[in-house]
């Protein structure tokens, strides 16, 4: 639904969302494009890294939550 591009230790607000489940996936942007890259065959690059997180966030109707989450570093080849 929403993209944040982050560096380093940021806190992030996410407002005005419909009552339900949601997922948090982050893409470990290395060519700094802003979006994923699948990697090539033929230049030998791999796609860019992602993690998720394994639990769904289960957003309530006028509820606020607070959820502090550590993003892994990316994992190595």
């Known amino acids: 639904i929403k993209s ?7 806190k992030l607000r996410f ?3 419909p009552a339900g489940k949601y997922m948090i996936r982050v893409i470990y942007d290395e060519n700094r494009n802003a979006i994923w890259d699948t990697g ?3 230049a030998g690059t791999q796609p860019e890294k992602v993690w998720y997180l394994k639990a769904l966030l289960d957003l ?3 509820w606020e ?3 502090p989450l550590a993003i ?4 190595k080849d």
Do not use: L
């Open 40 to 42: 090539n065959v033929k």
């Open 60 to 62: 309530k109707p006028n």
């Open 15 to 17: 407002a005005n969302y």
């Open 72 to 75: 892994p570093p990316p994992p």
């Open 65 to 67: 939550r607070e959820d």
């Open 4 to 10: 944040f591009s982050i560096k380093g230790n940021t």
